[in-house]
């Protein structure tokens, strides 16, 4: 079982920047090999933004390269989502996502971008 609880959500002008935080409970990330950000629009499929393995390997949605970084700091269970130069396109609901034996899902955290 593995609890995940998603903050650091709200309202910022383009080119701003949000740092999103993933907190695990009940179990270590260390135990975790794949934990990952996903958003959702109204209407649309939750895409995946960004995904961080155990031994360091990233990946990053096309459209968030360069802009993004996702991070793990272990000593606090916690995983991050670094958001730099944000647009009005990347506002969503994100959700913290990882899998141990089946998928786990954060509650989300709206993200809106506009003036």
């Known amino acids: 079982q593995v609890q995940l609880v998603e903050s650091g959500g709200g309202l910022v002008q383009p080119g701003g920047s949000l740092r999103l935080s993933c907190a695990a409970s009940?179990?270590?990330?260390?135990?975790?090999?794949?934990m990952a950000w996903y958003r959702q629009t109204p209407g649309n499929k939750r895409e995946l933004v960004a995904s961080?393995?155990?031994?360091?390997?990233?990946i990053y949605a096309d459209s968030v390269k360069g802009r993004f970084t996702i991070s793990r700091d272990n000593a606090q269970n916690t995983v991050y989502l670094q958001m730099n130069s944000l647009k009005p396109e990347d506002t969503a609901v994100y959700y913290c996502?990882?899998?141990?034996?089946?998928?786990?899902w954060g509650q989300g955290t709206q993200v809106t971008v506009s003036l």
């Open positions: 996502y990882t899998l141990f034996g089946r998928d786990y």
């Open positions: 009940t179990r270590s990330i260390l135990s975790l090999n794949v």
């Open positions: 961080h393995t155990r031994s360091g390997n990233t």
